[in-house]
T-cell receptor, first 110, second 112 residues
Framework: QEKVQQSPESLIVPEGAMSSLNCTFSNSASQSIWWYQQHPGKGPEALISIFSNGNKKEGRLTVYLNRASLHVSLHIRDSQPSDSAVYLCAPRNSNNRIFFGDGTQLVVKP | DPKIIQKPKYLVAVTGSEKILICEQYLGHNAMYWYRQSAKKPLEFMFSYSYQKLMDNQTASSRFQPQSSKKNHLDLQITALKPDDSATYFC???????????FGPGTRLTVL
């Protein structure tokens, strides 16, 4: 069973700032790491995934993966109030099973 | 138009009863999944199906039985309901196993 730890539990940033979310996972053989966004009362929505060590950028999102330290981070540039949501880190194993963390509650204040 | 439909949105049941949670996807996907999100636990994988066949099962209890009557349907039957079963149940789908998963809006189940 994969263990996924996310930090911080909650994050408050002003509009326009960079939001940085962290995640550590227990299985270095995780096939890929996904980040999901979940708004209250809604299902999670996939934002970005990364398979290889290094970084990946999509729009305002950048994700960094370090398999040696079992760490992945998500950075949201120019954060907007509409980005306010819970962000879930989700490693996927070789059997395609996804394990979710408890999430980071992001609040972007106008 | 919603691509993944879950019915009902809210469900209240009494301990010991049986309920069926409905999931239909209109994305043309071949893989479907069930997840559970309890108040004090992270989102938890339950089952995965591919081409209407069970691929993976994380749920130890036989009280939870997926049912796939059509390619785009994956219902979840829960028998002998317990208060601990109270949670939001999410259905998801992907083009193939291993692809990006799309989640439905969830069914919030409360067992009294």
């Amino acid at each position: 069973q994969e263990k996924v730890q996310q930090s911080p539990e909650s994050l408050i940033v002003p509009e326009g700032a960079m939001s940085s979310l962290n995640c550590t996972f227990s299985n270095s053989a995780s096939q890929s790491i996904w980040w999901y966004q979940q708004h209250p009362g809604k299902g999670p929505e996939a934002l970005i995934s990364i398979f290889s060590n290094g970084n990946k950028k999509e729009g305002r999102l950048t994700v960094y993966l370090n398999r040696a330290s079992l760490h992945v981070s998500l950075h949201i540039r120019d954060s907007q109030p509409s980005d306010s949501a819970v962000y879930l880190c989700a490693p996927r194993n070789s059997n395609n099973r996804i394990f979710f963390g408890d999430g980071t509650q992001l609040v972007v204040k106008p | 138009d919603p691509k993944i439909i879950q019915k009902p949105k809210y469900l209240v049941a009494v301990t010991g009863s049986e309920k069926i949670l409905i999931c239909e996807q209109y994305l043309g996907h071949n893989a479907m999944y069930w997840y559970r999100q309890s108040a004090k636990k992270p989102l938890e994988f339950m089952f995965s199906y591919s081409y209407q066949k069970l691929m993976d099962n994380q749920t130890a209890s036989s009280r939870f039985q997926p049912q796939s009557s059509k390619k785009n349907h994956l219902d979840l039957q829960i028998t002998a309901l317990k208060p601990d079963d109270s949670a939001t149940y999410f259905c998801a789908s992907s083009q193939e196993t291993g692809g990006e998963q799309y989640f439905g809006p969830g069914t919030r189940l409360t067992v009294l």
